[in-house]
């Protein structure tokens, strides 16, 4: 999710690919660099943190003048977000410079390639093997589009690559892989950038690559080619957004388009997890596998929405490891005096790895001599740091308050522990974890067929739009889905909501039940026939004491349609992986919604990004 520009033309390279790195910050703050091909040399200079730093530095020891240049905003992935491995990354003789978005799953066996060949590597990131291995390619003879071709031949993963040439000031070359790249035409001027926010200033003409693509940009034009080196043609449009929309995508909030993200949030989440031979990893395990299968009791702890992503690892960490699970508010954690033990693993949950109730919850359990897994967005902050194992999300920055990639590959995180462990412990087949992970792989279309009918969705809050008050109900996993459809609520429209274990309506909720009171209820896919069947029983009630029933459930399930008065189709999946395409409908609902109501979507009242008190 970093922000990246490129610049070739008359104008001053710095100060255009400055401009564009302050329109993309949003997207990647970690650090900052820029790279101008100056006089047969590329001068640069990067720093740690925001790109205020970075123009501080400049401002005090300017670069030469140059009229090619690339700029990079991190969010960091492979290596924290410090000086060294911010970008960009030159080759080992400091002639190409390039910048990266994304992940190289094979960066390990090409950093062997590349250490074996004699070359000194000084990050930790995989984004500096590709500058060596396209810095060797552009030695052996030839130019910096065929340097970059036959690299991103071996290259395995998603990415976007942005390179200049020491020896070649008149062009600018990309590769992109499944992650973003736009280009910018103008008048004896080109741009690249991860979006069009980068450019937008000076031109409103605008070419998006296809995937496996190579572009070239000179002063005199722009030419791209496939992977495989045959001519190749982009998506040509014109961009009638004004600057504030530029940066949403040209969408009204930063959260629904963090909500349109998810699809390749979720692709991103899931982006390196498999070793050579097939056996699922993680980003940093400093637990051995013996003392994971050792591990008698898991403890999630986590606060507000990472509470119901825990809620659901819960389900799917017992099904498949057969190890007993708590899930705790991180604010409770320490003042209760738990029971903590050498063979407890506790997982911390975080978006920001900031959480100051987390983090106090995991110190109080290190003193107890506990393990301590982070799953976390943030490369670098303070909760991976002082955990001994780290699952990161790699959701990319998220702007919005009310977290939706953030939660949704939370989720995907936890399904990924949870199959770790099974797969450490021998409690699930190789074949059983194959399966899932390869349902795991489909989501981001399922995802994204969800977001296809969103308008239905927002139809429904404009009928719904006078309404204050809203119920959530759901069983099994459906629960904590139902809590977090009605935080969302709570977050974003100022409207009482709130979820339920569908069970416990006989128990006293029903009493809530009044004439055209909208109540959600997410129905268990049909392999829980149980849970289904009483599910049903469940909306019955409801819908014969007036309730207005919104039904969310899967495609062919068509018993249910007698009892509802709006249906949400769900695409089938496996009961235990329901709550990834169930909570998009209501992420929806929630911000259009909330949009209908005047309110500030992406910065609620009262509400922060990250709780750094307790």
């Not at 000084?122 to 030695?139: G, K, M």
């Not at 702890?301 to 799917?316: D, H, M, Q, R, S």
């Not at 049903?536 to 009630?541: D, L, N």
Request: proline content about 4%; overall charge negative; aromatic content about 6%.
């Amino acid at each position: 999710m970093c922000g990246i520009v490129g610049y070739v033309g008359d104008k001053q390279a710095q100060d255009v690919v400055i401009e564009g790195l302050r329109r993309l910050e949003y997207r990647g703050y970690d650090s900052a660099g820029v790279a101008l091909v100056n006089d047969g040399s590329v001068a640069w200079a990067k720093r740690a943190g925001k790109l205020a730093n970075l123009e501080k530095v400049l401002a005090e020891s300017p670069l030469p003048g140059s009229t090619t240049g690339i700029g990079h905003t991190r969010w960091a992935t492979h290596g924290a977000p410090n000086d060294t491995n911010a970008h960009p990354h030159l080759g080992n003789h400091g002639r190409v410079a390039l910048v990266h978005n994304g992940i190289i799953e094979n960066f390990a066996e090409l950093r062997s390639e590349v250490e074996a060949a004699g070359d000194e590597l000084r990050s930790e990131t995989d984004t500096e093997i590709a500058a060596h291995l396209i810095e060797t390619a552009l030695a052996a003879g030839g130019t910096l589009t065929g340097a970059m071709q036959q690299v991103c031949s071996r290259l395995e993963g998603a990415f976007t690559l942005v390179a200049v040439d020491a020896e070649d000031p008149s062009r600018v070359v990309a590769a992109r892989r499944n992650s973003p790249l736009v280009v910018g035409i103008g008048e004896g001027e080109n741009f690249i950038g991860s979006d069009v926010a980068a450019f937008i200033e000076h031109t409103r003409e605008a070419l998006e690559l296809g995937q496996d693509q190579i572009v070239t940009i000179t002063r005199e034009g722009v030419e791209v080619i496939g992977f495989d080196g045959r001519p190749a043609e982009g998506t040509r449009y014109h961009v009638d957004w004004d600057l504030s929309a530029a940066e949403k995508d040209g969408f009204d909030w930063f959260m629904r388009k963090e909500i349109f993200e998810q699809p390749r949030a979720i692709a991103d989440a899931l982006l390196g997890r498999h070793d050579a031979e097939g056996r699922l990893q993680l980003d940093e395990v400093r637990i051995s596998d013996d003392e994971l299968r050792e591990v008698d009791k898991i403890i999630i702890i986590a606060c507000g929405t990472a509470f119901y992503a825990g809620l659901v690892a819960k389900y799917a960490i017992e099904h498949w490891t057969r190890v007993p699970c708590e899930v705790e508010l991180a604010h409770e954690f320490r003042y209760r005096d738990p029971i903590l033990t050498r063979s407890t693993l506790v997982v911390a949950i975080s978006q920001s790895g900031e959480t100051a109730d987390t983090l106090m919850a995991i110190r109080h359990a290190r003193q107890q001599r506990s393990k301590v897994l982070a799953i976390c967005n943030t490369n670098g902050s303070t909760i991976p740091r002082e955990s001994d194992a780290v699952i990161y999300t790699h959701a990319g920055p998220e702007i919005g308050v009310a977290s939706t990639k953030g939660f949704i590959t939370q989720m995907i995180a936890a399904y990924l522990l949870g199959l770790y462990l099974a797969q450490v412990r021998g409690t699930s087949y190789a074949d059983e974890i194959a399966r899932v992970v390869g349902e795991l792989r489909d989501m981001p279309g399922h995802v994204q067929r969800i977001l296809d009918g969103a308008d239905d969705l927002y139809a429904l809050a404009a009928e719904l739009e006078g309404a204050r008050s809203v119920l959530f109900l759901g069983r099994h996993v459906g629960f904590p889905i139902a809590l977090e459809g009605a935080l969302k609520l709570k977050e974003l429209a100022y409207l009482h909501a709130e979820g339920f274990a569908a069970g416990e309506l006989k128990h006293g909720p029903i009493a809530l039940i009044e004439p055209g009171l909208p109540v959600f209820c997410v129905v268990p896919p049909r392999g829980r026939d149980q849970l289904h069947d009483k599910m049903v029983s469940a909306i019955q009630e409801i819908r014969a004491r007036g309730a207005r029933t919104i039904v969310m459930v899967e495609d062919d399930d068509h018993g249910i349609e007698e009892f509802a008065d709006t249906i949400i189709r769900l695409p089938r999946v496996s009961t235990l992986l329901q709550p990834v395409p169930a909570v998009v409908p209501l992420q929806l609902f929630a911000c259009e919604l909330a949009t209908r109501l005047g309110h500030d979507v992406d910065q609620p009242r009262n509400l922060a990004k990250s709780v750094t008190v307790e």
